[in-house]
Structures are given as C-alpha cells and as structure tokens.
C-alpha cells in the first residue's frame, strides 16, 4: 500500500516536438501528439513524491488506451498492457522502462501496426488507482515496413504524404493547364476525424476497429466527399449558377472547404467540381497517412455504366441532343490515386489503387468508385474489387458522334475519339508533369495492347440489336462462351462450346439460357484463339467471345467442323 499512496503523478511530459518531428507530423500540429503506428513515441511522467522501490510498483502498473469516446464494447477500444523492461513486437500495444530515477519515469510506447487509427486517451493505472496521462492521435505510418501503406521510396513520401503545395492539371490534352493547388493540413486532424463519424453514423457502422483498414478509410472519405444526402464535403452544381455558393474555380486550398464544412455544423459546401473533390480527398487521406495523388485524365467517358461505347447526337447546328446527360465524353476528369497494400487480392494488385469520389450513376446506393488497383484496370480485370469495370470503361471507351438530319442519324466520318488519352500527375519533387497512362493501358503495338483495342472496337451498336452488346448474323454452328475476365488473357481461357438451338434464338438472345448445354469444355491457351467480335454484356460483366479456334479446330470430328468460321 505505500507504493500505491506514493506514486503520485505531478505532470506527464508527451514530449510533442520531438515524437512530433519523429513521426513526420510537425506540419499538422505542434501544440499536440501526433504519432503514427508501428512506431515508439517516449513520454515522460515526472511524480509528486520520490519512487524508491520503483520495480515492486512497477509490477503492479499498466498503461491503458482508449479511443477518445467512452469506450465500450459496440464502438469504442480499450487496451491495457503492462510496462516492460524491452518493448515488444508490433503486433500488440507495449510499453518499455527507458529511465528512471526517484521522481520521474521515462517510457516508450509502441502502438501495433495494424492498430486502428483514430484519437486515443492514455491512462497509467497502479494498482487500484488510475491516472490521465494526456490524449494522443494516432494515424497511418508510410514509413514502417509492416504498415499497409508502406510506401519504399522517401522522396515519394516526401510528395505523396508531406508536401503542402502542388499543382491540379485540367484542359485538354493539346493544352494541358496546371492550377496551383495548398494541401495544408495543418489544423485539420479532427476534421478528418468529424469527416469519418458522420460517415460511419449515415453507414450505421459502430465498428472503430475497421479504422485499421486503409482501404475502408478511403471508401468511408470517398462517401463523404461529394453527397448532400448525408453532410457531405462538398455540393456539384450541374447548372453553373454558382449565386448562392463559391465557383469550383476560385478553390485554390483544401483547408478553407473542411473549415467551413465543420463550422456550418458539417453542411456540404457549394460548390465543387471533380478536381475540387479530388483535391479535398487528398488532402484528408495524407492527413491520416495514407499516400495519396491528385491524377488527371484527358477525353474520359463518364457514367457509361461500364459500357465500351457511347455515342453523342447532335443536330444540323451543332447542339447536343444525346437523351442521356449523364453519359458524357469529359473533356478531362480528375481523381485520387493511393498507395496501399491489398491483402484481399492478389499481390500483383498492390500498390496504386485508383479512388474517384465523383458521383457515379451505379445500381447501387454508394456513387464514388474504387478503391480499384491500377494495374487491374490495365488489365481489365473487371471483377476486382473494386469498380474497376467503370474505371476501366471511362479510359478505354468509343464515341461515336452522330448527325441528327433530316433523313435520318448519321456518323460523322472521322469523329470517333478515344478516351483516356494523356493520364497525368505531378512528378516527385518538381512541377513537371508526369505522363501514366503506361500505368492504365499498355503501349501501343504490344500483344496486349492489340488484343484490348480489337475488344474495343468491337463494340458497336446494330440496326435491331439491344445496345448491351454486338450479335453475329449468319448462321453459326457454334458458339464460344468465355466467361474469364481480360485479365487471363495472359493464360489460358476456360471456353463452354455451345450449339445453336437455332439461328433465331442465336440472334435475339444474349444469355447461355437459350442454348443447349456446353458439349464439350476446354481450357484453350491465348495464341489459339483468333477474336471476331468481343461484347460487354450487361449488367453480368460477361464476355461472349466469337471466333475461330485453331489448330484446335482440327482436333474435332469431321461433323463438329462444318461451320468453322464464323462470319460478322
């Protein structure tokens, strides 16, 4: 009992500008803690009285972690762990004697680095008594090698989680224009923070523990940024009567937009544009630790639905008719990149995850897309997590342009335009703008990058035909369902081989249904198969490839090889 009358705690010394400055976090404050996971941060806590017999206390004291609100077992955390002579592994929250003397202690606190981040209250508990030492934020940490959100390259950390200042490029790809953009984010930690409790109140998740997750960070910072439904960041003014709020143009920082989103008790802020929204989410995911870019892509196709074609209708004058408006040819989009680990997907998709909080027309509720991997998207892996159908579509899509006369619509000849052309950012440590578009599609001329043009231009609407897809006339013998995502076709395809019921049901249908069972089953290796014609068919993301297999053709009996070509 005299230890635990004598240990008497005068003041706790969180030594801010020092841990601050080792965490890499003096630019977001220097009043508070700021520290990142995975790494030690050294306190001292100096007592009232002398501590003698400092190791018979020592056996009865711990430190406690708490998230800031009460904790309890539905959404708050809680952690005790005792004080120990070496500081344990990364896996778990520990804590390590340094120094010591009569009057104070000095302790090393690490953190796991799969520790949730968020804002933490730290307590010292002997025995039956319990002491506040002071409060902490703890956020992701590029730096540690175990983090998910390692990112290898320091001068990248430099630009993609420290650097303020940086540039936003719009215009078009002939005349690109680069808008100086602040990043600061200094003061704005518990706006980041506010930003992912009304996010997780409107999602009705009261699980902290998923704060852990870099890739539900995002989606929760994706949500917010561009919805009025639930006190998003920002509001999209469609009809450019910017009267009652700021025009998207004259944003020139992060920090006056989260500002006022939190002062008007967390109102969306009018107005904003794609790269106003990019921008904004950049600012915040680098705030909480996440390596985040501002990227710009020129000619991209939005709201196609995942759609390889889209088409604009304009009359004799040049006036847009297209009935859809939200299917559009933009001339320059802009959207977030972020550098994360997948662990849910296989590990060629680690890395850059592309994050668009652009409102989206999806069948479901949520409207931004990602975070999807960039090299998914390169390789049209279409069934990745997530919406890499959309992204992949907005970069790779057809318009077609049509004339609205009086005898009729008409294709203007020379006016198909290509989209996700030029794809940019700012390069590490200069104000050159880097091209990517090597990251989203491959170069020209190479295997892959034939075999997806030929997919592309493929896609077409006919006379009589739903626009889910292209049929072929003619009567086949037999048709090649491949029901692989683009992604194997660096392997081998798993092909059904149907016959035809008959050559009507072949013309007017555009599901497996209205076949006869798969007579034969075969995995077939990329050089074999020789595509016609390639169709998206929606909303099943299913691949209907139509051709000619050969020389395996020939392995087939005289009767199965009456029709071996298959004419468009």
């Known amino acids: 009992g005299a230890e635990e009358v004598s240990l008497r705690i005068r003041k706790c010394d969180f030594k801010i500008t020092m841990n ?5 976090t003096e630019e977001i404050s220097t009043e508070r803690l700021m520290v990142r996971r995975g790494q030690p941060f050294t306190i ?46 990364q896996k778990q929250w520990s804590a390590a004697l340094e120094e010591q003397d009569p009057f104070f202690w000095t302790i090393s606190v690490n953190s796991p ?13 002997a025995s039956k008594s319990s002491h506040l030492l002071g409060n902490f934020t703890l956020l992701f940490n590029p730096w540690c090698r175990d983090d998910e959100v390692f990112l290898p390259n320091e001068a990248q950390r430099q630009e993609y989680i420290l650097n303020q200042e940086g540039l936003i490029y719009g215009g ?23 930003l992912l409790d009304v996010g997780e109140r409107h999602q009705q998740d009261k699980n902290r523990t998923q704060r852990k997750n870099p890739i539900y960070i995002c989606r929760i910072v994706a949500a917010m940024m ?32 989260l500002r006022q989103w939190a002062a008007s008790q967390c109102k969306p802020v009018r107005y904003g544009q794609c790269w ?82 652009t409102c989206q027309e999806k069948n479901r509720s949520l409207s931004f897309c990602g975070p999807a991997p960039v090299q998914a998207i390169k390789e049209g892996d279409i069934e990745v997590d997530y919406d890499v159908c959309y992204f ?59 075999i997806l043009l030929n997919y592309i231009n493929q896609i077409s609407r006919r006379p009589g035909l739903s626009s889910a897809g292209t049929f072929l006339s003619g009567n ?14 660096t392997s081998h395809y798993s092909c059904n081989i149907y016959r035809c019921i008959s050559d009507s049901s072949f013309r007017d249908c555009c599901a497996p249904r209205n076949y006869l069972n798969p007579f034969l089953k075969k995995q077939l290796p990329l050089q074999n198969l020789l595509l016609n014609a390639v169709s998206l068919i929606q909303p099943y993301h299913l691949i209907l490839a139509y051709g000619v297999l050969s020389p395996w053709l020939q392995s087939l009996t005289r009767e199965d090889r009456t029709v071996p070509y298959l004419q468009l």
Request: charged share 20%.
């Open 226 to 257: 561009n919805c009025d439904e639930f006190r998003g960041i920002l509001a999209e003014c469609g009809t450019r009567q910017y009267y009652d709020g700021t025009p998207p143009s004259k944003w020139l920082g992060s920090s006056p937009i």
């Open 476 to 489: 086949p013998s037999f048709l090649i369902s491949v029901t692989c995502t683009l992604s194997t076709f």
């Open 20 to 24: 601050n400055n080792n965490h890499h």
């Open 392 to 450: 992949f579509a907005a970069i790779n899509a057809k318009c077609q342009v049509w004339i609205q006369t009086a005898d009729g619509l008409k294709p203007v000849l020379g006016s198909t335009k290509y989209t996700g052309n030029n794809i940019s950012t700012k390069s590490v440590g200069s104000e050159r703008c880097e091209d990517i578009t090597h990251n989203y599609k491959y170069p020209e001329g190479h295997a892959l990058y034939l």
């Open 172 to 194: 078009t790809e002939n005349a690109v224009l680069a808008q100086p953009w602040d990043f600061s984010q200094e003061d704005i930690v518990d706006i980041c923070f506010t």
């Open 113 to 125: 680095v799969n520790a949730p981040i968020g804002q933490y209250t730290l307590l010292l508990r």
């Open 276 to 357: 106003v929204f990019a921008a904004v989410m950049c600012s915040v995911l680098r705030c909480l630790g996440i390596p985040t870019r501002v990227v710009t892509g020129f000619t991209w196709a939005h709201n196609t639905s995942s759609c390889l074609s889209v088409d604009e209708y304009y009359d004799e004058d040049g006036t847009l008719l297209t009935q859809d408006k939200s299917t559009r040819v933009w001339t320059f989009h802009v959207w977030n990149e972020c550098w994360m680990a997948r662990a849910d997907l296989l590990p060629k998709y680690s890395g850059w995850q592309a994050l668009d909080a």
């Open 44 to 89: 001292t806590v100096v007592f009232s009285a002398p501590i003698f017999k400092y190791l018979q206390l020592l056996k009865k004291t711990f430190l406690t972690v708490q998230t800031v609100s009460h904790p309890s077992k539905a959404d708050g955390i809680q952690t005790k762990f005792d004080i120990s002579v070496l500081l344990k592994d």
